[in-house]
């Protein structure tokens, strides 16, 4: 709960950036939070604590948030 809400802390803070390089961080960052919120979804699914039936939306939703904040992140510094 607390990295997924960390997420949406941290991408409010992206969309207050000063300038190119700041956003650049801080989507950076946004990106390392979602993945560790992946990270914990699979240790609760292997662990047993929840189902994959439980996780397997939340899963999906993470992964495609980190493609969008990795997209964003590549677009920002030039690359494509």
């Known amino acids: 709960m607390r990295s997924a809400t960390s997420v949406a802390a941290n991408y409010r803070a ?9 956003f650049i961080a801080k989507i950076g960052i946004v990106v390392e939070e979602a993945d560790e919120t992946v990270f914990w979804l699979e240790m609760v699914t292997e662990l047993n ?3 994959q039936e439980k996780t397997s939306e ?7 948030l ?4 990795s997209a964003s992140n590549q677009t920002a510094r030039g690359r494509r």
């Open 14 to 22: 992206v969309c207050r950036s000063r300038s190119k390089a700041e």
């Open 49 to 51: 604590i929840l189902t």
């Open 58 to 64: 939340l899963f999906k939703e993470a992964n495609e």
């Open 66 to 69: 980190i493609a969008i904040f």
